[in-house]
């Protein structure tokens, strides 16, 4: 007994040392990786080639993925800024991956940020590679103590789950001097597991309440007239408001969003999310509107529920990116409903930003009088522009006149009573 309490107590000091040295060494005012990470169009593009290779993968086959240096920059700086403003270098050579990491902190007494490195390689025949070297700050710390500590965090945390799901479908990782290529087995039960981590709340039931209101409130609704996106958001809000605190305000709000989108835009949730179809049904189905167009309210909710769910940044580049795709053979560019990406992504930034944020939102919300509280009127902005019309006025995203006319959309959703917070 006295063996195994030495170990106990062996391990948890092993771990409470390895960790004080990581906040030392490694928390600092000055950040190793800049930050300041933005999604491009091409970076869009290139995640949706990414996808969808993966996603030619049947169900019980063994697929293989070949990432190159970009490709990896690109995957990890977008998992890290999902989670916290971060940035991510990596590099490969010598047959190693290098990762440089900066992540932001919250307010603290002993730095503004988190500076960490680390390296993987095969080693001989093996085909998972493994930790090769690991630093806090400048401090070198040794690499098999770093993998037994690291490895022993995520299995007694909650990271444990995302961990599981991320290397049990692997059967091998092979890095070579231009690429990294990744052999894995496809399964539904892993697809679906997936799904429900990356729409983040899958399991919570909590969830049942809100959509229960959501039916109440449809249920109610006089058929004589528009459904205003503005008479469910109110009532959802209101409901958070009353359940929520400083502590659980972000999620009762993320719970609220998702809903509501479920309910605005159900055949693509259908199709992207994995939401019971249960939960998506109501007695009574109504199309939703702002300023009498159906496609404002979508892409507002839409843009919202991206937001919540995963950052602004993949929400911006997909709204404009949608807009794009519309240019060269939809319905048209349109910077009407971009503004409602726009004013949706606000929303959902103040949404999950902070507590504060969050409880002043609900507060906000609760009280308004109708949609024009958090939706700016677009109809005076170009649209149905093809792809030639575009570039004849517009050039691109990045050209001057296009920039100048996103900001004024941006002026116009700040000076929206409920974006308009001194």
């Not at 697929?63 to 490969?92: C, H, M, W």
């Not at 209101?213 to 449809?218: A, F, G, N, R």
């Not at 404009?320 to 240019?327: G, Q, R, T, V, Y």
């Amino acid at each position: 007994m006295k063996i195994v309490l030495r170990l106990v107590s062996l391990f948890l000091s092993t771990v409470l040392i390895v960790c004080v040295l990581l906040v030392f060494f490694g928390i600092s005012d000055t950040p190793t990786v800049a930050i300041g990470w933005t999604l491009t169009h091409d970076d869009l593009i290139r995640a949706k080639k990414i996808l969808y290779e993966g996603s030619k993968t049947k169900p019980d086959e063994i697929g293989t993925i070949e990432l190159t240096q970009p490709d990896i920059n690109l995957a990890a700086n977008y998992l890290f800024n999902r989670y916290r403003k971060s940035a991510v270098k990596i590099e490969l050579k010598d047959n190693i991956v290098r990762f440089i990491v900066t992540m932001t902190l919250p307010k603290n007494y002993l730095g503004k940020y988190l500076n960490i490195s680390f390296r993987f390689g095969n080693e001989g025949n093996n085909e998972l590679p493994s930790l090769k070297k690991f630093k806090a700050g400048e401090l070198l710390l040794p690499a098999k103590l770093s993998a037994f500590v690291i490895d022993n965090i995520i299995r007694h945390t909650s990271l444990n789950e995302y961990f599981i799901l991320a290397t049990r479908p692997i059967k091998s990782i092979i890095i070579d001097q231009q690429k990294v290529t990744i052999s894995y087995y496809s399964s539904l039960e892993n697809l679906i597991q997936a799904q429900n981590a990356l729409a983040e709340g899958g399991k919570n039931t909590n969830i049942d309440i809100y959509q229960k209101k959501l039916t109440e409130v449809v249920a109610q609704h006089n058929s004589a007239w528009r459904l205003s996106l503005a008479e469910l958001l109110k009532p959802l809000f209101t409901l958070a408001f009353q359940r929520s605190n400083l502590e659980n305000a972000i999620e009762e709000n993320k719970m609220a969003i998702i809903t509501i989108n479920n309910y605005v835009n159900r055949k693509e949730t259908k199709k992207f999310l994995s939401i019971p179809l249960a939960a998506l049904s109501t007695e009574k189905r109504y199309p939703t509107f702002l300023y009498k167009r159906i496609d404002l309210a979508q892409h507002f909710i839409g843009s919202a529920a991206i937001t919540v769910a995963m950052n602004d940044q993949v929400s911006k580049a997909v709204g404009e990116e949608k807009e794009l795709s519309d240019a060269q053979g939809g319905s048209g560019f349109s910077f009407v409903d971009l503004a409602a990406d726009k004013a949706g992504t606000r929303f959902g930034e103040m949404a999950t930003s902070s507590p504060e944020s969050a409880r002043k939102l609900q507060k906000k919300i609760s009280e308004i009088k109708d949609y024009s509280d958090f939706m700016p009127d677009p109809s005076d902005l170009p649209e149905h522009m093809d792809d030639a019309e575009f570039k004849q006025r517009f050039e691109s995203l990045d050209s001057l006149v296009y920039q100048v006319l996103s900001k004024q959309i941006d002026e116009r959703i700040a000076a929206t009573p409920l974006y308009n917070t001194p």
